[in-house]
Every structure is written in structure tokens, then in C-alpha cells.
């Protein structure tokens, strides 16, 4: 049996295979933040699919934190009916698939346009301390309602240069404050978000962070600030931590990055040592996503010690690629060419893939 098809638990979640389709904002929400029909239909399409476990897109955690026209919101009781649609979706269809959701807060330009100031001269400076408090609890009241939702996880997205991310990176964090300077003061935001989270959901609950390992930039965080912030959210309590990296043009980025890993696909491979000896000693598991496509990338992750593969583009044009890796004769690497078609359509439009989009094949197969 390959190694991605063996369980993995986490508390008492059983994820029945390694697969972790990692978030993926999916703009299928209506203009206020509600789970639409067609939001459920991408999901009962990715649970049949095979996937271990997976993670919404993106969803605010307060109104100023939507990044996404269409993107999922948390903020409010009002969207637990939709998002308690979703997790039983999943779990009715899914043949044990595992459903969490990621929370998020875009970061500086949603406070910009909160305080009526748009525009490039607002910095993390500007934001007022009791709006940074507000924002911790906006968290972890979120966290709650995915709980209440019937979510078996919930995913913070601390990385790609949202809040989270913005408040640990030297080059967008100028505040001289408690929550600046020293990296113990960059990470306070951080560490603050996570104990409002697990004050909610309690210490049975699975929390997941996606975090960066490199910012990528001048004068952002390397692997070594990454590190300790890695090794002292584990000591918190951290269920898992999903390695990813980079905050600005991800597009550009992940195509130059692509092609330096060669053959190991996964353009985060660098980080494992590191982040193994970061979490060592303690329950957290470690998911690495970015670039894998193959296999035998896939297996070469699991034998480093990697917990979980987390893969998005390759579900978007196909949902059912685990299904089709793990129990068909079909053993192909994702046909997905990372071409990022995706990640600029979802700016203004629904989530699809523009390359291989399954309806067009059907589409073409009826005469005009
Ligand atoms: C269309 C699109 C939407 C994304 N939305 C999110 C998101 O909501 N949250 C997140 O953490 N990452 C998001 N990402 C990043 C992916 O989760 C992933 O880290 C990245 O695409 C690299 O993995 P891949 O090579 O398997 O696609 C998105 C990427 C794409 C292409």
C-alpha cells in the first residue's frame, strides 16, 4: 500500500489518507459572504474526490477583513447555516473526508478602507491598538463558529503577506509598539490570535496554520524567524503547521520556484530539517504545500518526514485526483501546468480551472 493511502490522526481526527487540499479561495460565495449552491457543489465534487481532508478557501473573520468580492465570510451566527451545510456536505458524501475551514484577515488595505483611508500611505502603524484586540477576538469567535458549524478543524491563514503574515515580517510591521520590533513582539499578534482561538474551541479541537518559511523579500523573515515562531506555536499547542512561503507576486514567485526544486516539485522541500527540528518534541504535525504534482514527489515528501501533502491548483482541474493516484491504474502526475490562470480569475470571477475546465470538454463533445 503506498503511504499516502495509510490514516493520520490528529486528536481524535482520523484522516483517512494524506491528501490535504489546501485552501483555495473559491469567490462561489454571494457578494455577503453566504455559502451559495454552487459553493456545495464544488465541495461534494472535491469530497468525492478522495481527499483525506479538506480546507475551504479563505474566509473573513470581520468585514474589513474580505479580501475576495465572492470569498466566504465568518464574522457573524448569520453564515452558520450555509457553513453548516458545507461540513455535512462533506461528510455525508465524502467516505470519511475530514472538513476544516481557514480563517483569515486580509490585513492592511481592509483597515485602510475601514478608516476611510485608502491608498498607499496607511501602514501597520496606523491601525489602533483596540482594533488589533478586537481583531484577535474576531478570530477566535470565527474559530468558534466553524466549530458550531460542525467543522472537524479550523485553519488560520498565517501567511502569503495577509495580517498575520504582515504582522511578523520586518519590511510591513513598523509599529514600535508591543506588537513590533523584536521578533518576540512581531509574533505577539500571532501567538494572541492563536489563544484567543483555543480559549473558543477548547484543547480538543484541531487548529491548523499555514505559515510561511521565507518571505521572499527584502528585508522579510527567512526560515530562521520562521522557525522559532514555528517551534513556539507547537509548544502552545498547535495541531498542525502547513508549510508555504512567499507574501508578494505569487504568481512570478511560485513559477521561478517551481522550476529550482526540479524534480523535487515541492518548492518548500528546503525547509523540512528545519521545521522538523522546530516542532520536535511536541504533537504538531508538519503539511507542505507548493509546486508537488507526481507520486513519487508525493512519496519522497512522506519518507522526509512530512505529515500531509497539501496540493490546489492540481484540484481545481482535477477534484478527483486522489481518487484517481491512490485507486485507479491511472498513476499520471496532475495534468495541472501551474499556469495561475486560476489565481487571477478568482479576483472577479468563480473558481475554475481555464486550462482544462472539465465542462469545456462536454461543452465541445455537443455540436453548435
Ligand atoms: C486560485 C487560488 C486560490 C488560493 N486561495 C488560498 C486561500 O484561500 N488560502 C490560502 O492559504 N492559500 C490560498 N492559495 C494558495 C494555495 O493554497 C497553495 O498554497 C498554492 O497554490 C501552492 O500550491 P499548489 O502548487 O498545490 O497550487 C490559493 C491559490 C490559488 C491558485
Known amino acids: 500500500m503506498p503511504v499516502l493511502n495509510t490514516p493520520f490522526i490528529i486528536k481524535k481526527m482520523d484522516i483517512k489518507n494524506r491528501f490535504l487540499r489546501s485552501a483555495t479561495v473559491e469567490s462561489k460565495a454571494d457578494i455577503d459572504g453566504f455559502v451559495t449552491d454552487d459553493l456545495l457543489e464544488l465541495y461534494y465534487h472535491l469530497a468525492v474526490g478522495g481527499a483525506g481532508m479538506l480546507v475551504t478557501g479563505a474566509a473573513a473573520v470581520e468585514p474589513a477583513g474580505k479580501g475576495f468580492a465572492q470569498q466566504i465570510c465568518v464574522f457573524d451566527d448569520k453564515f452558520l447555516p450555509g457553513l453548516n451545510r458545507l461540513a455535512r456536505i462533506v461528510h455525508k458524501y465524502g467516505n470519511g473526508c475530514k472538513c476544516a475551514a481557514q480563517i483569515f484577515h486580509q490585513g492592511i488595505a481592509g483597515y485602510a478602507i475601514s478608516y476611510g483611508a485608502p491608498g498607499r500611505g ?3 502603524r496606523d491601525i489602533r491598538p483596540d482594533d488589533i484586540t478586537a481583531t484577535v477576538k474576531a478570530f477566535g469567535l470565527a474559530a468558534r463558529r466553524i466549530k458550531d458549524a460542525g467543522f472537524d478543524a479550523v485553519a488560520v491563514h498565517g ?35 492563536y489563544s484567543a482561538i483555543r480559549d473558543q474551541v477548547g484543547d480538543g479541537f484541531p487548529v491548523l496554520w499555514k505559515m510561511n518559511t521565507s518571505d521572499y523579500i527584502e528585508g522579510g523573515n527567512e526560515i530562521e524567524q520562521y522557525a522559532r515562531v514555528a517551534a513556539t506555536l507547537a509548544k502552545m499547542g498547535v ?18 520556484l517551481s522550476k529550482e526544486a526540479g524534480e523535487h516539485e515541492a518548492y518548500f522541500y528546503w525547509a523540512i530539517n528545519a521545521m522538523k527540528e522546530a516542532v520536535a518534541g511536541t504533537k504538531t504535525a508538519l503539511a507542505m504545500t507548493g509546486g508537488i504534482r ?11 518526514g512530512v505529515d500531509l501533502i497539501g ?55 455537443v455540436s453548435r
Open 239 to 256: 495541531d498542525l503547521i502547513e508549510l508555504t512561503g512567499g507574501v508578494e507576486k505569487q504568481a512570478k514567485l511560485r513559477a521561478r
Open 122 to 124: 496607511f501602514t501597520l
Open 294 to 304: 507526481s507520486l513519487p514527489a508525493m512519496e519522497g515528501l512522506l519518507k522526509k
Open 159 to 193: 501567511a502569503h503577506g495577509y495580517l498575520l503574515n504582515q504582522f511578523l515580517c520586518p519590511a510591513t510591521n513598523n509599529r514600535v509598539d508591543r506588537w513590533g520590533g523584536s521578533l518576540e513582539n512581531r509574533m505577539r499578534f500571532t501567538l494572541e490570535v
Open 311 to 365: 496540493i490546489c491548483r492540481p484540484l481545481i482541474c482535477e477534484p478527483d485526483l486522489p481518487n484517481r493516484l491512490l485507486n485507479s491504474p491511472d498513476k499520471r502526475q496532475s495534468k495541472c501546468t501551474s499556469c495561475n490562470k486560476c489565481l487571477f480569475h478568482i479576483a472577479r470571477q468563480p473558481l475554475k480551472c481555464l486550462e482544462f475546465d472539465p465542462f469545456r470538454s462536454v461543452l465541445a463533445s
